[in-house]
């Protein structure tokens, strides 16, 4: 079980962040955290990929860092129960998904329930899954967006906690649309951890809480 007992405020929350790329949610994390705008600590850092540079500015900032390769398990379930064990020996209060590019087992999401947020881009239930630029634009739409949602079994599934929307022009390519959503990323993403950090957030019955009140399916201030 996660650090469940650490609610007093004499106690740092501490957060694990897992990453597969370059570590630009982490780094807001980070900062976040720094300024203590965040009021924990990011007590480790993941990633299924050595050569992430995520794992950089981990070490740049002092902070434990951890791979697991899949090439080194027999399955997907042993390599995430190995990870799984390594978050509890951390007495993590929340395990934070910053661009972690391999789907989570099952087993992994109901061990932490209630404790993992990812950040995906696209406004969900819409696109979830890869290439969502790429499919926004196919589909002709004319916004898209970014969502932080809890995580359960269901690939991009869990209750959905905040979304920001942008504009899609009729001259855009990927890349226009990528750098709004990045921009958007970059802030929602460390308020919700602060929510959560903080208490405010809950998962109850696979539906997202803020200070007591359910949040609609589009999760807080869609609007």
């Not at 501490?14 to 955290?33: E, F, M, P, R």
């Not at 790429?134 to 967006?145: F, K």
């Not at 949602?149 to 899609?168: C, R, S, T, W, Y």
């Not at 990927?174 to 903080?198: A, H, N, S, T």
């Amino acid at each position: 079980m996660l650090g469940l007992g650490f609610f007093n405020e004499e106690f740092m929350k501490k957060i694990v962040v897992l990453i597969s790329g370059s570590g630009t949610n982490l780094q807001a994390i980070l900062d976040a955290c720094q300024n203590q705008f965040i009021h924990a600590e990011v007590c480790a850092v993941i990633s299924n990929k050595p050569d992430a540079y995520g794992l950089e500015r981990a070490k740049n900032a002092k902070i434990p860092t951890a791979v697991f390769e899949r090439k080194s398990y027999p399955s997907n379930l042993a390599m995430d129960q190995t990870i799984g064990d390594f978050i509890e020996s951390t007495a993590a209060d929340l395990i934070v998904l910053a661009g972690y590019m391999k789907i989570l087992t099952a087993s992994f999401t109901q061990r932490f329930a209630g404790k993992i947020l990812n950040i995906h881009p696209s406004l969900l239930p819409k696109f979830p899954g890869l290439d969502t630029y790429q499919r926004a634009l196919d589909a002709g739409e004319t916004e898209h967006g970014v969502t932080v949602h809890f995580v359960n079994e269901e690939m991009d599934g869990g209750a959905v906690v905040l979304q920001a929307k942008v504009p899609i022009f009729p001259e855009d390519n990927v890349g226009d649309i990528e750098k709004r959503v990045r921009v958007q990323e970059l802030q929602i993403y460390p308020l919700v951890v602060k929510w959560f950090v903080d208490g405010r957030l809950k998962e109850i019955d696979g539906k997202a809480y803020l200070d007591g009140n359910l949040l609609p399916a589009s999760g807080y201030a869609s609007e």
